[in-house]
């Protein structure tokens, strides 16, 4: 998910339109200063259990602490900010490294050092409904969908028949309709 803001009047006396760079920049500093932010996301990427127009609430986090399916607001290159899933945490250098991806694309945006990394996804808030990410079903569906991404599962009518009977289930309907 590419993050971005709309650029409409504030909605409440907390709203700020700005500009995709400025919020890059405004999330950057907040986030290492330990203050958590709230923000609308726009794209398909991250789709089903992230959705177009969803608002994520993002919390600092220690790299470290980083476990593979956690979704993390990052920059993959410069002047990109997205919202994507760890799927891998590299070790053998003095600071972690992240492979994220988002969970509708084929290949992953790449090696992500720690530094990039600017917080973790903890809620997401759908018609007016807030749902924890770091817990119960969201979180294990979140596990699944980055053993999914790194073993490159997914493609093929067995898959995509397999995926329509798991989305039906009723429980799961709330994340995944």
Known sequence: MDVSVEHTPPATAGDLPCTAADLIGLSAELLRAGVAVRFRARGASMGPLLRDGDVLWVQPVEPGSLRVGDVVLCSSAPGRVVVHRVVRKLAGSPEPRFVVQGDQLAWPDGVIPAAQVYGRAVAVERDGVRMAMDRGVPKWLGRLAALRSRWNLGRGPR?????????????????LA
Request: no cysteine; charged share 20%; aromatic share 30%.
């Open 159 to 175: 898959f995509d028949l397999a995926w329509q009977l798991f989305k039906s289930l009723p429980f799961l309907s709330r994340y």
